[in-house]
């Protein structure tokens, strides 16, 4: 019988991820799902007081709408089938019913700094989900780990991921840059700015800060920005307005082709800088430029969604006795929680 792999999806950007991931796994039955909750957190979903996240507004109906048109066979919450493998872009919250499977995590992006929440997590075992994307790789709960390069296996490694894990593929959407010199943007030579949605996701940001400092760099010259898609756009677009009353300013549209026609980006804490970077334009963020250059995901013409795709059937292989060992070796969430979040 054909073995059957369920595909978690999340923000439109992991949602394309493992949309070109499962093409190259012709051999197998794919299913799609937006990305789900289960128990409490399911609960608290439905109050709304989480459309910042994947798990709801605009990121969900944004993968809805890709899966709707590109007409992907849809298991909602993975509910309908035993699958044989999961593939899963983040491991902040690890579903129940796919727990005892064979599971692939796949690296969606630039992760973002460890803060307070950060150590309450690695040291006092809160939900990882309070770190958004610092905390990738902490479940544990996962067979093998996708990573966009060696420098990011050495970052894992060092936050305390097994190595055994961990399996350097490079990342579909972030390793074949040049692909997208040759677009139709109709702009061209202009310094490209990059916002990120850090209040929507609870965290402080100095926005005004940030497009002072802008200002200051950028002098005469033409300025585009470019909103992360879970801003509050009426917000921003003001506060960029009293300060560059004449930028043009996009909420959509293909960011890819933006930075490839810009000849300066600057962004806060984007993964869109690994598009500059390796386009070879004139990048600044609110990273170390140095460790940026060491993680910089891996350019291998787009060949990241095959590469990932022979770990599937590696892993696929594997008797499924051997995985449940390995899952009863697996660290979910502390025996203490209440939360019930995983």
């Known amino acids: 019988m054909t073995k059957k792999i369920l595909f978690i999806c999340g923000s439109l950007n992991q949602t394309t991820m493992m949309h070109k991931i499962a093409a190259t796994l012709n051999d ?13 957190l399911e609960e608290f979903r439905k109050t709304g007081f989480l459309k910042h996240t994947i798990l709801d507004g605009k990121h969900l ?19 309908q089938r035993d699958y044989d493998l999961v593939l899963t872009g983040t ?12 599971l692939v995590l796949v690296q969606e992006g630039i992760t973002v700094p460890d803060d307070f929440s950060y150590w309450m997590i690695k040291n006092l075992k809160f939900p990882r989900f309070l770190a958004n994307t610092a905390a990738t790789g902490l479940s544990n709960a996962y067979d093998r780990f996708c990573v966009a390069s060696p420098g990011y296996r050495e970052y894992f490694i060092s936050k305390g991921i097994k190595p055994e894990k961990i399996i350097v593929t490079g990342i579909p959407n972030f390793d074949h840059a040049n692909n997208a010199v040759d677009n139709t943007f109709p702009y061209k030579n202009y310094i490209l700015v990059a916002t990120s949605s850090i209040r929507e996701s609870g965290k402080f940001d100095d926005r005004i800060g940030f497009l002072r400092k802008v200002k200051a760099f950028t002098e005469d010259k033409q300025i585009i ?30 960011t890819t082709h933006m930075v490839a026609n810009c000849d300066v980006l600057i962004t806060q804490v984007s993964s869109v800088v690994y598009w500059g970077m390796a386009l070879g334009k004139e990048v600044h963020s609110y990273f170390d430029q140095d460790m940026l250059k060491k993680l910089q995901p891996i350019q291998n013409n787009g060949t990241s969604a095959c590469r990932i795709a022979d770990v599937c059937r590696s892993l696929v292989q594997i008797p499924m006795e ?21």
């Open 225 to 254: 920005f470019k909103l992360h898609p879970n801003e509050k756009v009426q917000r921003a677009e003001r506060e960029i307005r009293a300060i560059f009353p004449q930028a043009i300013i996009f909420s959509e549209g293909n």
């Open 28 to 40: 197998f039955e794919c299913y799609f799902t937006p990305f789900y909750a289960m128990n409490l």
């Open 61 to 79: 109906r944004a993968t809805s709408e890709y899966l709707n048109d590109k007409n992907l066979p849809l298991d909602v919450g993975g509910k």
């Open 322 to 342: 051997k995985i449940r060992i390995s899952v009863n070796k697996r660290t979910l969430a502390p025996k203490w929680s209440p939360f019930g979040f995983d």
């Open 91 to 102: 491991d902040l919250i690890v579903q129940s019913n796919i727990r005892n499977k064979r």
